[in-house]
C-alpha cells in the first residue's frame, strides 16, 4: 500500500508545477513576442529557386504566414513549394576566425536569427568549421556548440594527415556573414560549385537542413533508389535515403542503402566536383530545377565533403581516396555466378549444376540460399533435403568451382540453438528497454547481432570459423542487413518517443522510421538505432570480412551485401536486390550498377532474368546477353518461379546458345576485367563506367543510361525493350570495332538504330585501347591456365594502349608485392609490352600466343618479334583487306612475366602517295616529317617524296540518313604526334575544327555535297544556280547512292546499276584549314576531260602526275599557264561508258593535280568545298544537266554565227570602210565587224577617238547592207580626266573598289593614257606604264549600283543623247581585260596584306613565286556583295568578268532591242548564260590551230557553246598556217579573223596596205607584237 505524502512534501510538489507552469508561459510568450517580430523578406523569388518551407507537409496560407513565418506564392505547377523561404532565416556568423582565402583552416560562430521554430527544439549557437584538406578536397561541418551530437565514426575518414597538406589548392572558400552562407569556388575559371546562399541552413534537434545553389544540372548519384535514369531529374524530385527491404520498383522509395554522394558535371570541359555528406541519419534529398539540391536529415550533425576534378573519373577517385576503394575481387569471383532460392533439395542443386556444366556454359560460382539451412537458421545445413552437401561442394571445388552461402543478421532465439546461447553469453545483441530486441525474420523470432560491437565481431568469427570447418564455403552473400524484420504493425511495440515519432519524418516508404526494421530508440555500441541504422549493413560487411579473413587468412575475400552505406566497397560487392522478371527490371539494373560504381562497389549487378515472376525465354536471353557484362554475373531467382539457369529452356535453346557465346566472350576478356577491378582497387576508377566520364566533351553522353562501357574501351549496348531488335543506340566520338567481326563502324558522335537479333547484344571496342584477353574456358581455375592475347584496336593515329594486372588471383595484398604490371603501346608500327612491375611467377608458364589488331587501314609487311633484343620475324600473320584486320597466330616465346616488341611496316605503293607538300616539289625530308607526312625518296618523275600518311584529320560523327541527304558533322581529330611536335612553320593556315558536311539529293540526276564551317560563316560562291527549292524525284529513281566513310572520313557516290565507284574521297590530305582546303578523289577511269581555263595539249586530261592551276589572269593560252577564265569542272568517263559530271563551285585561287591511281587531288586557298555532280549517264546527257544546273547558254542571234572580222591596230574609220569595201568585192561572207580600243580617245571607255569621227556614220551604212558591230570594252576607268562622266558618275554612284574599311579607290593602270601627254613609244612597257598611263579604277559589277551604273553607261554610248553624231548603234559588246588586268601589280601604291597576297600555300600558277596580285588587284580589296556584305578580292577575284558579263548583256539587250550578243575574256560556270567566249591571244603557229579545237570542245563542256579563236592570232601570222585556219575556221561556232596592228591585212587581202605596227603596242611583255585581247 503507498504511503501518504507529508504536507511538506506536497507543498514542494505545488511550488514545482507552480514554476513549471510559469515556465512554460514565459517561453511560449518569448517564442510568440519572437515569432511577431520576426518579418520575413519576401523578394521575387523565382519559382525554381524556391526553398521548401514546409517539406512533405500541406499548409494553408495562414499557417505558412503567420506560424511558420514563411513566404507564399501559389503557382500553377503543384511540384513548386507555394509555402518557401524567406531570404532572412537562419544563422548569422557572431564571431570568425582565420582568413578563408588563406588559412588552411577556418572557424566561425554562428548565431541563429530570429525565425520561428519549424521543428522545435532549435540550436541557438552552431559552430562551423572548414578545412582545406588537399588540393582537390574540402571539407566543412556545423555542429552544435554546446552539445554533443551524434556523428559518424567512419574508419577513413579520419586517416587525414594534415602535416601533409597540400599548398596549391583548386577551390577557395567564402562566406557570407548574415544570413550564414558559403560559397566554394573553382579557382582556375571562378565557377562557384557551392552557394548555400539559395536556402536557409536550419539546425534543430531532429531537424536539420542545408540547401546548394549548383552551376549546372548535369548531377548524378544519391541512393540507393530505382531512378529508371542515371541522370537526374531535376524538376522537384525528392529522394529519401535510409536503409530498408524493399524490392527495387517503379517510384520514389527508399532501398537496401544509403549513399549521400552526388556528382555535379560542370560542362563540356570535363570539370565536375562531388559532394558527400557523412550522415546516416534517415533523410530526404530534393532537386530542383534552379539547379539546387537540398538535405533534409533528422539528427547527426551537416558534415561535408567536396571533391573537384578535371573529369567525372577524377572527381570518384577524390571521393574514394576518402571513404576507402573497394576491394579487389578474388579471379574467381569474376566468373558466371548461379543461384536462386529453394532448388528442392541436394537433388535439384546437383541437377541444375550438371545440365550447365553439360552445356559447356563458362561458370564459376554456384550459390545456396536459405533453403539450405536447417529452419532457415544461421550456421546450420538441412540434413534431410541436403544431405551431404559437405561433398557437393568437394566436387564442386573438384571441378574447379567455388560455392557462396546465404547468411542474415536474425538469430533465432531458440535456446537449443547454439549461436544465439553463445551470443547471448557475450551479449551481442542489440538491446532495447526490456533487454534484447526482438524481431521477426526467416528462422521466425530473432534476436540482432549488433556489428559495431567488438564482442560481436568476434562471436561473428567464431561461428564462421566453426560453420566453415563443417561447410567448405568460398564466400559469402549477407542480406536483411539494412536491418531488416519482418514484424508487422500488430506486433509492434514501439514506444510513442521523438526517436519512433521524431517532428520530422522524410518521405520514406510508409513515412515510418521504424517500418519493416527495429524500433529507433534500440541501443547499439555505435549509439542509437536512430542514429545508426542505416550503418547496419556496413558494420555487418566489416564484421563478415573479418570473419572471412580469419578462415582465409592471406586472401582475398568474397562477400556480398544488400545493404550498403559509404565505403561498403571496401569489403563487400552489392546485388540490386529482389528485382521483378521484367522488361523495366532489366533497364533499370543499368542506371544502378553505374551508381553503385559511383559509390565506390563496382562488384554490383542485378539478379540476372529476375528474382520474382516467371522468366520468358526472349527475356532471359536478353538478360543473360546483358548481365554477361555486369561485373557481377549473376543469374538469381525465388522460391516457386520456373527455373532460369542458361540450360533451363533446353539443350537447344537460344537462352543456351546466346549465354555459352557472351559468357566465352566475358571470359576471354576477363584479364582486362580484372585489370580494371585491379585499377579500382588501387586508383579508384569505376569499371561499369557511365560514357559521361569518357565522353563528357559531348553533352548527348550526358543523358545514356542505356548502354555502358567496361572501364575506357569496351562499349555494351543491350537490347531493353520486348519484341525489339533495331536499338537506338549512340556511338561516342571515337572509332569503335564492332567485337566479333573487328569491322570499324562507319557511325560516330551520333545517336543510331543498331541491328541486333534475338541472338546479339551490342559490343564493341574503342580505337586506342588495347584489351588483354585469355583464351576461354568453363571455369576460370582452367582458363587462368590457357595462353594469353591482345586485341589491339586502334585509333586514328594508328595508336593504341592498355595494360594488364596479373597476380595469383586469390592472394592478398599482392598489388604490393606479388603481381604482373604490362603497360602495351602501339606507336610508330610496334607493339610494345613494357613490364612496370614484376614480382610474381605464374605457375602455368603463360605466354602470349596470340594477337588482333584491328584498325590495320593498309596492308602490312615484315612482322618481327624483337624478345630480349634478338628480332625474329613472325610467319603466321593473316590480313583482311576488307575488314582491316590482323591476326597474328602461334606466337613463340612470349612469355607472361617479359617484355616484348612487335613491329610491321606498312608500304605504299607510288598510286596511293599523295602530295603532302605541294608548294615544294624539292621539299627536305626534315620539312616534310615536320608536316606530320611521310617521306620515301623515288627516281620516277611525278612521284611525290612527301605524302600524306593514311592518319585522317577528321572523323565524321552524326551522320543522319535523311530521305532528302544526309547530314554529318567532321570533328578534327588533331595532328599524329609527329607532327604536333613540329614547327608551327609547318602549318598552311589555321585548322578549322568543326566542319559540317550536307548532301541535298536535288534530283534523281544530280545531288550537292558541301563542307563547310558551320560557327563561322566563310565565303561561298554568290553564283546561283538553278536547283530546285526541295529535292524533287523518287529515292527508287535516283541514280546514285551515298555513303559516309570513316576511318578515315570520306564521302562515296556510287551509281546504283553498276555499282561504279563515282567519287571515292576516303583517301589521305582531306585538309580544311583557314587558307587551304584539299580533298582529294578516287576516278573511276583514266577518261577526265575538263578544267580550265588552261592550253590542253589533249581533251583527255593527262593522268600522269599533272598538275593545272585556276585563277583568272590575262595570260595568252600556253602549256600549264592559268588564262583568262576559271571553270573547276570536268566530266569522267566510266569503265562501261557511262559519264558524269563533276562541279567545285569555288572561286579561290586552286589546282587540281591528276595521278594515275587514278585519283584527283584539289586544292583551294580558301572558301568552302561545294560540290555539284550530275550523272547523265550519256556525256551528252552530262552537259545537258550541267547547263541545267549553271543555267543554258544564251541564244546567239542568227547573225552572230555569220564570219567575224577583226583588227588591233585600225587607224581610222576610213580604213574599216576600204576593208569592208574589199571584203564585199572579193565576195567573202562577211557578217560581223568588230573595232577593238582603236577607235576609243586615248583608249578610255565610252569615248570616240577624232580618228573614229565617223564611226557612227560608217556602221549606220554598213548595217543598211546587213551588217552588224560589235565594240569592245575594257573595265577600267580612268580617274586624271576632269570631264570624265564615266569617272564622275561611278564616284557619285560609288561603284568602284576600294580598300577595306577606307572610302579610297583602289588604283591601278591599264591601257588609258594620261591627258595631254605625248606617248614616246620607244620605251619599255614599263616604263611607258610609269610615265604615261592613267590611274584608273576598277567597277565592282558585284555592287548592284555598279550594274545600274554600267548600264547607264552602255546606253549612253550606244545613244549620246549630248552628240547623237557619236552615238556607236552596235549590235553587241566584247569585253576584254576583266580577269581583271592591271598593269601594275596589285595598286600603284602596292598591296599591304602579305597573307593574302601571298597565301601560305601558293596554287601551281602562272608567277606563283611573285604572288596573287601579279598583272592583277590586291587581294585585300574589298568588294560588295548584292546582299551588301563585304567580300575580299582574294575570294571574288575569278568571278570579275563573270560579273561583268550579265549587266553587260542586260544592257545590250536593252539599248537595242534585239538578243544581241555579248563576248567575254574571263569565265567562270554559268557565264554562257549571257555571253560567248573567245580563246584569247593565241599566236600564229601550227600547235595553236590543233589546241583550239581542244579549248573549243572543253568550252563546250562548260556551258560557253558560242566559242572563237583568233584565226590569224595576235603575233606575226604565219601565211600556211593562216590558210589553214581560213580553212577551218568557217566551221568553228563563231568564225573570226584578227590579226596584229598592220600584219593580217596584207596577208589576206592584199589590196590594202596596212600601217606598221606600233612600237607602242609591241612594248606589252607578254607578247613581241601588239598586245591586247580583242577579236
Known sequence: MARKLTILEVLLIIFFLTVLALDIFLMFFVLNIEATAFAPECPEIPESERIDCAP????????????????????????????????????KVIDSQNNTRTALEFTAHLKKLSFPSLFGYDVDEAFFTAEYQTSNRFHFKINDTNNIRYEVQHENINLFNRTNRAINFNYYLEVIHKPFSIKIIRKSNGRVLLDTSIGPLQFAQQYLQLSFRLPSATVYGLGEHVHQQYRHNMTWKTW?????DAAPTEGMINLYGAHTFFLCLEDISGFSFGVFLLNSNAMEVTLQPAPAITYRTTGGILDFYVFLGNTPEQV??????????PFLPPYWSLGFQLSRRNYGGINGLKEVVNRNRLAQIPYDVQYSDIDYMDGNKDFTIDKVAFSNLSNFVNELHNQGMKYVIIMNPGISNNSGYQPYVNGSTKRVWI???????????????TVFPD????????????QFSAFNKILQFDGVWIEMDEVSSFLQDSDRKCERNSLNFPPFVPQILDRSLFAGTLCMDAELYWGLHYDVHSLYGYSMAKATHSAMENIFPGKNNFILSRSTFAGSGKFAGHWLGDNAATWDDLRWSIPSILEFNLFGIPMVGANICGYTKN?????????MQLGAF???????????????????????????????????IRYTLLPYLYTLFYRAHTRGDTVARPLVHEFYQDPATWDVHEQFLWGPGLLITPVLYEGVDLVKAYIPDAIWYDYETGVAMQWRKQSVEMQLPLDKIGLHLRGGFIFPTQQPSTTTEISRKNSLGLIVALDYKREAQGELYWDDGVSKDTVTEKYILYNFSVTSNRLQAKIINNTYMDPDNLMFTDIIILGMDKQPTNFTVLLSNSPTPVSNVNYNVSSKVVKISDLKGLVLGQEFSIGWKLPVSDLEKFNCYPEDPAVSEENCRQRGCLWESTTLPGVPTCYYDTIPSYAASNIQYLPTGITTELAYLGAPNSARAASASGSLSATVSFLQLSVIYHTENMLQFKIFDPTNKRYEVPVPLNTPPSPSGSPENRLYDVRIQNNPFGIQILRKNSSTVIWDSQLPGFTFNDMFLSISTRLPSQYIYGFGETEHTAFRRDMNWTMWGMFARDEPPAYKKNSYGVHPYYMALEEDGSAHGVLLLNSNAMDVSFQPTPALTYRTTGGILDFYIVLGPTPELVTQQYTELIGRPAMTPYWALGFQLSRYGYQNDIEISQLYDAMMAAQIPYDVQHVDIDYMDRKLDFTLSPNFKNLSLLIDEMKKDGMRFILILDPAISGNETQYLPFTRGQENNVFIKWPGKNDIVWGKVWPDLPNVNVDTSLDHETQVKLYRAHVAFPDFLRNSTVAWWKTEIKELYLNP?????????????????????????????????????????????????????KTLCMESEQILPDGSRVRHYDVHSLYGWAQTRPTYEAVQEVTGQRGVVITRSTFPSSGRWGGHWLGDNTAAWDQLKKSIIGMMEFSLFGIPYEQIFVASLEMPNTRCVFAGCNWGPFIHFPETTTPWGQGDKILWPGIQPSRCSQEKSSRPDTPCCPTSTL
Open 56 to 91: 512533405g507537409q500541406v499548409v494553408t496560407e495562414d499557417v505558412c504566414r503567420q506560424q511558420h513565418r514563411c513566404c507564399w506564392k501559389p503557382v500553377s505547377d503543384i511540384n513548386v513549394p507555394t509555402c518557401f523561404f524567406p531570404r532572412n532565416w537562419g544563422y
Open 240 to 244: 529519401p535515403i535510409f536503409t530498408r
Open 316 to 325: 570518384i577517385q577524390e571521393y574514394l581516396e576518402l571513404i576507402g576503394r
Open 431 to 445: 538491446l532495447g528497454d526490456n533487454g534484447f530486441v526482438l524481431g521477426k525474420g526467416y528462422p521466425g523470432w
Open 451 to 462: 556489428y559495431s560491437n567488438p564482442t560481436c565481431v568476434e562471436w561473428w568469427r567464431e
Open 615 to 623: 522468366v520468358t525465354e526472349d527475356l532471359c536471353t536478353r538478360w
Open 630 to 664: 555486369y561485373p557481377l554475373s549473376r543469374n538469381h531467382n525465388g522460391p516457386e518461379f520456373r527455373d532460369q539457369d542458361p540450360a533451363a529452356f533446353g539443350e537447344h535453346s537460344l537462352l543456351l546458345k546466346s549465354s555459352r557465346h557472351y559468357l566465352n
Open 1362 to 1414: 549630248r552628240d547623237s553624231t557619236k552615238s556607236l548603234k552596235f549590235d553587241g559588246l566584247w569585253i576584254d581585260m576583266n580577269e581583271p588586268s592591271n598593269f601594275v601589280n596589285g595598286s600603284v601604291k602596292g598591296c599591304s596584306d602579305e597573307i593574302l597576297n601571298n597565301p601560305p600555300y601558293m596554287p601551281y600558277l602562272e608567277s606563283r613565286d611573285k604572288g596573287l596580285s601579279i
